[in-house]
């Protein structure tokens, strides 16, 4: 088979060459003869497209662009990072600019100037428009979840008495609508407390007037516990006239309006609720006026002067020796709120058994004593040092009991035998031996 020269496909030329001898013959059928065409369309094609990166290259070899650039590189690529167009169309510059391609924002050193927001755009928020500021949003608290919250902190806050501490931590919570509701809980604990947390209490409604509560809340949470009073005698029998001290406590530190009262003129249906706003209204009408309601509660605890306390202690044991009610006994002795001082107790409960007559005095004072050690009431510490206090000044109530001697050692064997007292504080128990009977001069 002869190669045609001017094409250097041997199958190509193969198949002109029959082609071409069935033309002559003149025994081309119609397939065969658009065969013909189309091939001789395509090697026109062909030759056209070679001819178009023949004049590019050369147009490029002039300007020097081809220096340095792979002759090897597929379809006749000068760079691998070349962004100019490879069609030969175009002035030969870059691209959009050089700011086109996959991962470019833009030309180098381009600012973008900010762009007016399009209302036509789907994600167009008019209420977003404007500054942005962020802030931490605390979800308000549920009304479920209220007194779980706030109670440990007015429990808290009765043991160190700080209000700012409390001031703090209410701000940290968004009660909301709920926030008149923090005062009703304050006084509710505080009628199952103390007296010493009523008067903490009304310091602190006094100290949150006008920063977290506004007197709208603190009347809607008094109006609260007066609808609530049925509920609450139920814990506490004497909170209508608890809350109505505290109603008069807050008119006169002026976190209530003074036409509080008048509001309900009339309009009380609940028994209990009339018994505190009359309650109420009879401490403001009292002499000294609201002068005299800063001691509502009284003065609690350690502020009250020792000889205050020892009166106390001295009713309560007297009280007892009469009634025998050691739950009465217990009760006031809480109530004094000085569990540092107990030791006087004891003290003042060794001397009467000392100056009484018989042995009656002396069981019911080991009653007593036994009852507070079993519930803790009084520590061994307050017991001890009660003891140690009749022992030392022993000398001196020898004059006025000369047999106070043997009557402390049967005191304290008992007490021993009682479990009120340990074997070292009865080993501790000075005898007549040891401390001789007090000197008495002769009578003329």
């Known amino acids: ?58 147009s490029l070899s002039e300007t020097g662009e081809l220096a340095g650039g792979d002759p090897h590189s597929p379809k006749g690529k000068v760079g691998a990072n070349d962004r100019k167009s490879r069609t030969g169309k175009g002035r030969g510059l870059p691209k959009k600019g050089g700011a086109g391609g996959k991962g470019v924002w833009g030309a180098a050193g381009m600012v973008y100037e900010d762009e007016e927001p399009d209302a036509r755009d789907p994600n167009y928020d008019e209420s977003s428009q404007g500054d942005t500021v962020y802030a931490t949003v605390m979800p308000e608290v549920d009304e479920k979840e209220l007194e779980k919250t706030v109670n440990p902190i007015v429990r808290e806050y009765f043991e160190h008495g700080d209000t700012k501490e409390v001031q703090m931590l209410l701000k940290e919570l968004n009660l909301g609508s709920h926030k008149y509701e923090f005062s009703s809980l304050a006084v509710s604990l505080a009628l199952e407390g103390k007296a010493s947390h009523r008067e903490l209490t009304s310091r602190l ?39 109505g001290q505290f109603i008069a406590r807050a008119i006169a530190d002026h976190i209530l309006p003074m036409s509080f009262l008048d509001c309900y003129k009339g309009k009380v249906d609940c028994d209990h609720a009339r018994v505190a706003l009359d309650r109420a209204a009879v401490l403001l009408r009292m002499k000294r006026e609201i002068l005299r309601l800063d001691n509502v509660w009284g003065v609690g605890g350690g502020q009250r002067p020792v000889k205050h306390l020892i009166k106390e202690m001295n009713l309560l044991l007297k009280e007892y020796l009469t009634s025998g009610d050691v739950l009465e006994a217990e009760h ?28 009656a005095a ?17 520590t061994v510490d307050q017991m001890n040092r009660g003891f140690q206090r009749v022992y030392d000044e022993l000398p001196e109530i020898s004059l006025d009991v000369p047999h106070a001697h043997s009557m402390i050692e049967n005191f304290v064997d008992l007490c021993h035998q009682e479990s009120v007292i340990t074997k070292q504080l009865r080993d501790a128990c000075p005898s007549r031996s040891v401390c001789p009977p007090p000197y008495l001069p002769n009578k003329l």
Request: charge should be negative.
């Open 1 to 58: 088979m002869k190669l045609n020269q001017d094409c250097p496909d041997p199958h190509f030329s193969g198949e002109e060459d029959a082609l071409n001898d069935g033309e002559i013959n003149g025994n081309w059928t119609p397939q065969e003869k658009a065969l013909h065409e189309a091939r001789l369309k395509a090697k026109a094609k062909r030759r056209q497209r070679k001819s178009s990166r023949n004049s590019t290259s050369e």
């Open 205 to 243: 409604l006094s100290d949150l007037s006008g920063k977290l509560l506004s007197q709208s809340d603190l009347a809607r949470a008094f109006d609260k516990m007066l609808k609530e009073l049925p509920d609450l005698i139920l814990d506490t029998p004497e909170a209508p006239q608890m809350l």
């Open 332 to 359: 006031c002795l809480r109530d004094l709120e000085v569990p540092h001082f107990h030791h006087e107790l004891v003290y003042e409960a060794v001397v009467m058994v000392l100056e009484s007559k018989g042995d």
């Open 362 to 378: 002396s069981h019911a004072i080991i009653k007593l004593l036994q009852t507070f050690w079993k519930i803790g009431l009084i």
